[in-house]
């Protein structure tokens, strides 16, 4: 498989739900910010009212990525403290850990993110999140942060899925068009959607995915059925 003769240059990846998986985080975070406090502090707040706090700030809005450490300053204020730099990045580094813990990389990610690199695609990371750092950190530790030529976090720039315009940035700045590209995700709406609204081909992997797209170009169960995917996806004909 070649992805310059099939016309396809570029893979772009979604994150969570796709390369990794949830195996518990929000409880994981709670718990974690919880402890913090406690030794930091010395604030006992159980990890029900830390999860609360956590998912329902009021500065949170859905088209702009709030960075995690500013949702920490939030809950902080919100618990009724000062969200001093020391102790908002000591807090913030409990959130790290927490992602770090709480998402699990997919068994087959690593064979199928080497095997599309050898076959000369270029590959890509695009992801709603509030943290380049945790990103960076979550594929370096798992020897894998090489192998994509860009890794996009929503907290670094203006746009998050499903905007067009994120997509088109990640296009651009791996150097293809947005019809060279494309874009392999599990949410309808925030990937498949946006994808294809920006001109870039869909994949949905279905194992996490909480509804079907019927926009999607193609569908797999798992990661590894990827390869296969874009194979047929280029041959002469498909949609």
Not at 142 to 148: I, K, R, S, V
Request: charged share 25%; hydrophobic share 45%.
């Amino acid at each position: 498989m070649s992805g310059r003769e099939a016309g396809v240059r570029a893979v772009i990846f979604d994150s969570g739900g796709t390369l990794v998986h949830d195996k518990g985080f929000s409880r994981v975070l709670s718990e974690k910010i919880s402890t913090a406090l406690q030794v930091i502090a010395g604030l006992e707040v159980s990890p029900v009212r830390i999860e609360k706090l956590w998912e329902c700030s009021e500065w949170q809005r859905e088209d702009v990525e709030l960075w995690d450490l500013a949702r920490v300053m939030f809950l902080l204020r919100g618990l009724g403290l000062t969200p001093t730099v020391r102790l908002s990045e000591l807090v913030y580094a409990a959130v790290l850990e927490a992602y770090l813990e709480g998402f699990e990389l997919e068994r087959s990610a690593p064979l199928v993110l080497r095997g599309l690199k050898e076959a000369g695609f270029k590959l890509g990371i695009l992801t709603n999140v509030g943290s380049y750092e945790l990103v960076k950190l979550r594929y370096e530790r798992e020897g894998l942060l090489d192998l994509f030529d860009v890794v996009i976090a929503s907290q670094a720039f203006p746009w998050r899925k499903p905007s067009r315009r994120i997509f088109e940035a990640a296009c651009y700045l791996l150097g293809v068009k947005p019809a060279e590209a494309v874009y392999v995700g599990d949410d309808a709406q925030l990937d498949i959607a946006g994808a294809k609204a920006a001109g870039l081909r869909a994949i949905q992997v279905l194992k996490y995915a909480r509804e079907k797209s019927q926009l999607a170009d193609a569908w797999i169960e798992s990661i590894e059925e990827l390869p296969a995917a874009i194979e047929k996806l280029m041959r002469p004909g498909s949609r």
